[in-house]
């Protein structure tokens, strides 16, 4: 709840730069060694002197093959010089450039290529301050010079900003780029996402549903938030927030994406109603789907971190984009008058096109939100 409160702070004042950390970037990132050799990543929303997007390429050049690393960063930083300010660093909320061609090398001598060296580096070879040459901000993802790299990328791979994450991901497409970018778990549902996870050209990552901690701008004054992001390491009073339901998203190819979900469960009527508006059966949790029901079900938003397209087929989902083509009807009436009788508070009309159905016991239900799916192999198997 706190995190979503600081998300929707973020989404009203347009200030939304949570900084990741470098835990969950390496955790995602062993995923997709396979997919860097000879490439040039490009970091569109990273400060070189303070992403850890830019300090894993930085410090990872060699061993993952890179031809080149770009970076760029928006102007206005929040948190500028918090982690790698020193002596020749500008300290300063500029938006900058940097391109690196090479690997960095160990210039303390201790053996390894740390953060340390990357700080040497930086020192040595500052980056480039960025003067806007358009209507947008310098560093804007949007502008004319960020534009121009994006096109001499392979693959881009940053977080970018959560208010901006529908045009952002549309400019990925625009320009035909592989990505792997952090986003909200309700981005599944919007239309610039959702056509393209159905049609196989987006999916999500290996972490899905995650609760990270991010460094911003906002204060973390909230004891359950503060307890958590103790427990993982961070101080709190360092504007070090834990925020819920966040995704990789990705259309770079990874192993659990092809992992086959075990079922176990047997359909029968009773555990698994169909919708009272809509010929699809109900499954509450990803885990009760039916290993041998061969019609559409409504499962869960959270079946897209383990979706198997060998094994499921997405049919839609229950968005306004989605409804009338899946063919889901209006509430009604008679669905509503023993809805409000049973005690229902809920926000339905009877012209709505929510998913419902009754419980074993006639009790009227509406369900929050499905997306419909079919399970392939059974099909395959029926026929």
């Not at 998300?7 to 062993?30: C, P």
């Not at 060694?33 to 997007?53: I, L, M, T």
């Not at 909320?93 to 340390?116: C, F, L, M, T, W």
């Not at 940053?158 to 529908?166: A, D, E, I, K, W």
Request: hydrophobic share 35%; with cysteine.
């Amino acid at each position: 709840m706190a995190g979503n409160k600081t998300l929707s702070a973020a989404k009203v004042n347009k200030n939304d730069e949570f900084y990741t950390q470098r835990v969950d970037i390496e955790n995602e990132l062993k995923h997709y060694r396979q997919h860097f050799a000879g490439k040039v990543v490009y970091c569109n929303c990273d400060d070189p002197y303070e992403s850890w997007f830019f300090k894993y390429f930085a410090m990872n050049f060699n061993a993952l093959g890179l031809r080149k690393l770009i970076a760029t960063s928006y102007d206005g930083s929040s948190v500028a010089g918090t982690e790698l300010a020193f002596d020749g660093g500008d300290g300063e909320s500029n938006a900058h450039k940097i391109v690196i061609d090479r690997p960095i090398e160990d210039y303390n001598g201790d053996g390894a290529v740390d953060d340390e060296d990357i700080r040497i580096f930086l020192r040595d070879n500052p980056p480039e301050v960025l003067v806007s040459d358009d209507e947008y901000k310098p560093g804007d993802f949007r502008s004319r010079q960020c534009v121009e790299l994006l096109k001499e990328s392979d693959i881009v791979v940053t977080n970018p900003p959560f208010s901006l994450f529908r045009e952002y991901v549309a400019q990925l497409f625009e320009y035909r780029k592989e990505f792997l970018i952090l986003g909200r778990m309700s981005a599944l549902h919007y239309i610039e996402v959702f056509p393209r996870i159905m049609e196989g050209t987006m999916w999500c990552g290996v972490g899905f549903n995650l609760s990270m901690v991010y460094q911003t701008s906002y204060e973390n004054n909230l004891e359950a938030n503060k307890k958590f992001v103790k427990s993982k390491g961070f101080d709190p009073n360092k504007n070090f927030i834990k925020v819920p339901a966040i995704c990789w998203y990705t259309n770079l190819d990874h192993k659990k994406r092809h992992e086959e979900l075990v079922l176990y469960k047997r359909y029968n009527p009773s555990d698994y109603p169909k919708y009272d508006n809509f010929d699809a059966i109900n499954v509450d949790r990803v885990t009760d789907i039916p290993v041998d029901y061969a019609g559409p079900m409504g499962v869960p938003d959270t079946i897209l971190g383990q979706y198997n397209p060998d094994q499921f087929e997405i049919l839609g989902a229950c968005i306004p984009e989605y409804v009338d083509k899946l063919g889901i009807k209006r509430i009604g009436e008679i669905w509503m008058a023993k809805y409000r009788a049973s005690g229902g508070t809920g926000h339905y009309t009877a012209n709505m096109k929510s998913l419902v159905l009754y419980e074993n016991n006639g009790t009227p239900r509406a369900i929050y939100s499905r997306i419909i799916i079919r399970n392939k192999n059974f099909q395959k198997a029926v026929i």
